[in-house]
């Protein structure tokens, strides 16, 4: 599957927290709820240095409303609205069980 011509195990998503720590995460899933896309994202795990990173199936997903820049490259952005949320969420619970 692919995201703006790139392939989704191409891509790296690093989301920051307020504590002033990030974590790298691929993306799992990519789809659309409503004329918006979403990202489910998985945090990275593995050595970052020699390019040996797979998804870390032991922690939760996150899910990201994704949009593009100027370049095309994913740009994601925090789900504020609860309603939002929970129709993404269940969405996207939805697929989970299809697999």
């Excluded at 599957?1 to 989301?15: N, P, R, S």
Aim: aromatic share 16%; hydrophobic share 35%; with cysteine.
């Amino acid at each position: 599957m692919e995201f703006m011509g790139k392939k989704l195990e191409d891509i790296v998503v690093t989301l920051p927290f307020a504590d002033g720590t990030e974590v790298d995460c691929g993306v799992y899933s990519y789809f659309e709820v409503n004329n918006k896309k979403y990202f489910a994202l998985l945090p990275l795990k593995g050595d970052k240095e020699k390019g040996e990173r797979e998804l870390d199936f032991s922690q939760s997903y996150m899910l990201y409303e994704v949009d593009e820049d100027e370049e095309h490259n994913p740009v994601v952005i925090y789900i504020e609205n609860d309603y939002e949320y929970a129709v993404a969420a269940q969405y996207f619970s939805k697929l989970l069980s299809k697999k």
